[in-house]
């Protein structure tokens, strides 16, 4: 369970502060799929920061269990996002002189976890382990990505528009592995995304506006990747 309470955020200078987030307060569920939806703009992608120890709030609580990770200090927020917590993100910040296996690796070494050829057969990638990433599509690049995450065997995963650089079909592709994945080794998604189709496939949906949820609501049915619009 994640409990968020009263959080506000804001940068700029004294003279020039702008406020993104608002007094949020949520829950998320252990083994939920959370979408947070919302405009360009909304506070969405700087939530997803603070609630995952990225970035610290100016005020306000995000209590994993009984850890509350706004009071941690630096080192002790640095490892609880290496023991924690997995992030994917738009762009795949993968290692360019390092092979999908070297690359996966990295990520399984954080948790020490001696598993990592697994990930790789599961996003599909086994005959791609040698290649480097400059030698593989978008699609693949973004599904290292995703492995390496998941080699750490993350509690919750984050995720921050992980198909907007993607076309429609590799998205699809890549959406349908986290689901699959998610489901064989149970750990949280949150997930921002400004893509109303994609909120179809969550259980629940926070709809975030001028940083601020509006609306939290929950899917009776969940679509799978090859049953949404796009």
Same mark, same amino acid.
């Given at each position: 369970? !994640?409990?968020?309470?009263?959080?506000? +955020?804001?940068?700029?200078?004294?003279?020039? &502060?702008?406020?993104?987030? $608002?007094? !949020?307060?949520?829950?998320?569920?252990?083994?939920?799929?959370?979408?947070?939806?919302? *405009?360009?703009?909304?506070? +969405?992608? /700087?939530?997803?920061?603070?609630?995952?120890?990225?970035?610290?709030?100016?005020?306000?609580?995000?209590? =994993?269990?009984?850890?509350?990770? /706004? #009071?941690?200090?630096? *080192? @002790?927020?640095?490892?609880?996002?290496?023991?924690?917590?997995?992030?994917?993100?738009?762009?795949?910040?993968?290692?360019? %002189?390092?092979?999908?296996?070297?690359?996966?690796?990295?990520?399984?070494?954080?948790?020490? %976890?001696?598993? =990592?050829?697994?990930?790789?057969? #599961?996003?599909?990638?086994?005959?791609?382990? &040698? $290649?480097?990433?400059?030698?593989?599509?978008?699609?693949?690049?973004?599904?290292?990505?995703?492995?390496? #995450?998941? *080699? $750490?065997?993350?509690?919750?995963?984050?995720?921050?528009?992980?198909?907007? *650089?993607?076309?429609? @079909?590799?998205?699809?592709?890549?959406?349908? =592995? !986290?689901?699959?994945?998610?489901?064989? =080794?149970?750990? /949280?998604?949150?997930?921002?995304?400004?893509?109303?189709?994609? #909120?179809?496939?969550?259980?629940?949906?926070?709809?975030?506006?001028?940083?601020?949820?509006?609306? !939290?609501?929950?899917? @009776?049915?969940?679509?799978?990747?090859?049953?949404?619009?796009?």
């Amino acid at each position: 369970m !994640i409990e968020i309470k009263n959080i506000v +955020k804001s940068y700029g200078t004294r003279k020039n &502060k702008f406020q993104i987030l $608002k007094n !949020i307060s949520a829950e998320i569920s252990g083994g939920d799929f959370v979408v947070i939806l919302g *405009a360009s703009g909304s506070g +969405k992608s /700087t939530f997803l920061n603070v609630i995952s120890g990225l970035e610290r709030p100016d005020s306000g609580t995000v209590h =994993y269990g009984s850890t509350d990770i /706004t #009071a941690l200090s630096d *080192a @002790e927020l640095t490892a609880f996002r290496r023991e924690t917590v997995g992030f994917i993100f738009q762009q795949y910040y993968l290692l360019p %002189n390092m092979t999908v296996e070297k690359n996966v690796r990295m990520g399984a070494d954080l948790s020490g %976890n001696r598993d =990592y050829l697994s990930i790789i057969d #599961a996003v599909g990638l086994h005959d791609r382990r &040698k $290649k480097y990433p400059s030698e593989l599509s978008g699609g693949e690049q973004q599904r290292v990505a995703v492995a390496r #995450a998941l *080699a $750490k065997r993350p509690k919750v995963l984050f995720l921050d528009e992980p198909t907007g *650089a993607l076309d429609e @079909e590799t998205g699809r592709q890549v959406l349908d =592995y !986290i689901c699959r994945l998610q489901k064989e =080794y149970g750990f /949280t998604i949150v997930m921002v995304t400004h893509n109303a189709n994609i #909120a179809e496939m969550a259980n629940t949906v926070f709809k975030m506006n001028s940083g601020r949820i509006e609306n !939290i609501y929950r899917n @009776e049915t969940q679509k799978n990747a090859y049953e949404i619009g796009w």
